[in-house]
């Protein structure tokens, strides 16, 4: 994701210490039950779509953004599928962030999906039952998209 204005006006100030920052993924899904994803230009793994939200921005609203800003694709927020503190991360140049993520159920609209900003070498619909490969947390927020039990993800996989 690209770092936002306001995140690289305090790192100006605070240099590469831990930053607590809200996060939001959008889990997309078509009229067929497909889910969006892009494959990431900065790790080159596939993703949900997402970003950080800016100052005052509700969390569907930078759903929806991040969603049309990287895939081209105009979606609607439907729930909140999970929030969860995640562990933090070191990128390559130092810095220390630590996200809340708000993962929020969105349902696509109109557009097609494409590469649409720096931020994705690759675009694309998939089916539930034959993902690209996607990290276990990734997974998890589409289960969760797809339920209606609310649950949190347990990293250490104990319970």
Known sequence: MATPDFIRDLRASVGHQLLWLPGVAAVVFDGEGRVLLNRRSDTRRWS???????PGEQPAACAVREVFEETAVRCVAERIVLVQALEPI??????VCQYMDITVRCRAVGGDARVNDDESLEVGW?????????????????KQALADAPTWFDPTGTG
Do not use: C, M, S
Not at 48 to 54: C, K, S, V
Not at 90 to 95: A, E, F, I, Q, V
Not at 126 to 142: C, H, Q, S, Y
């Open 126 to 142: 998939f089916d539930v039952d034959a993902l690209p490969e996607l990290n276990e947390f990734g997974k998890f927020r589409i």
């Open 90 to 95: 070191t990128y390559p140049n130092g810095d």
């Open 48 to 54: 949900l779509i997402g970003g950080i939200p800016e």
